[in-house]
């Protein structure tokens, strides 16, 4: 007897941590988990976001709740995660303009080292870009854009949906490798950009194609440059901008999950684990391709090297290109 139960004794000790853990994974979430989202709702990220959100809440049965926090480029965002309990229960959906490009953009007003404070959990969706322009527009193509640009230094009009957001990014990018001058105006989110242009008050916008879909359904904005080096799988008579004269220009939006790094060891195994089943899942990859947007399954481990990559990459272009956030 004595023999057995010191057996039983070492055995118990043994499960004990699995059990614990165990016991953990199956308490989260404890509750509804929000997903900050530093961009504003209707947004090419919002609307992959919410498409994730939903999955993840049948797969885990629980309810994540997207919190579209906009302010100071993103940072209102960050820093409410980076504040957050380390619990799980607080998550970010981050861009790349966020995480890689807003350091070296606004270097004195981030205090937060996305590279340290956020733990990778999933890739989500890659953003494909297009630059696009009135139904009415005197260019047709981006080398028509350039060619106008030129004759008339400043003149030519392009939204945003904010200073450091995308959209911003991305045409600063243009003028600097293409060598014009555009003036920006700046909106309060990314729809209200792409609506500046289907009303025809702007005259180019660097956009998600989730956001031109409804205009290009009723012919109020069309696409005249890809903004990746490759043409879209779907619209492959449109020619990138490296095609038109734009060399080497490459510029592509992804959108991602992330965890505040203190979260427990355990919690995150499970988030990741659950997360990458619904990013893998061909149904969620289905329901973003049909909202314009491209499936980007990235593990922990790839969108880690990714976030390391772009930071780097970002920084010799805004130094080389001399950006500056206005």
Known sequence: MHRRNLIQAAVGAAIAPWMATSALAQKYPAGPVTIVLPLQAGS????????A???????????????????????????????????????????NSIM?????????????DTRKEFLPIAGIANIPTFFAVPRDAPARSVKELIELARKTPGDIT?????VGS????????????????????????????ALAVAAGE?????????????FLADGRVRLIGYCGLERHAQFPDIPTLDEQGVASYDYSSWIGLFAHKDVAPDTVAVLRREAQAVVNDKALQAQLTKSGLDPWARSP??????????H?????IITDARIKAS
Do not use: C
Request: proline share 5%; charged share 15%.
């Open 166 to 193: 995308p959209q911003h990014l991305a045409t600063e990018m243009f003028q600097s490798y293409a060598g014009v001058k555009l003036m920006h105006v700046p909106y309060k989110g990314a729809s209200q950009a």
């Open 202 to 214: 702007v005259q180019v916008m660097s956009m998600a194609l989730s956001l031109a879909q409804p």
């Open 312 to 316: 780097a990459k970002w920084q010799k």
């Open 44 to 51: 090419a990220s919002d609307v992959a976001v919410r498409h």
């Open 100 to 112: 890689t490009i807003l350091p070296h953009l606004q270097p004195g007003q981030m205090k937060i």
């Open 301 to 310: 481990e790839q969108l880690a090297k990714i976030v390391q990559d772009d």
């Open 53 to 95: 959100a939903v999955a993840l809440g049948a797969r885990m049965s629980g309810s994540f709740v997207v919190e579209n926090l906009t302010g100071a480029a993103g940072l209102v965002g960050l820093e409410k995660l980076a504040r957050a309990r380390p619990d799980g229960q607080t998550l970010a959906a981050l861009n």
């Open 158 to 162: 392009y939204s945003s949906g904010g």
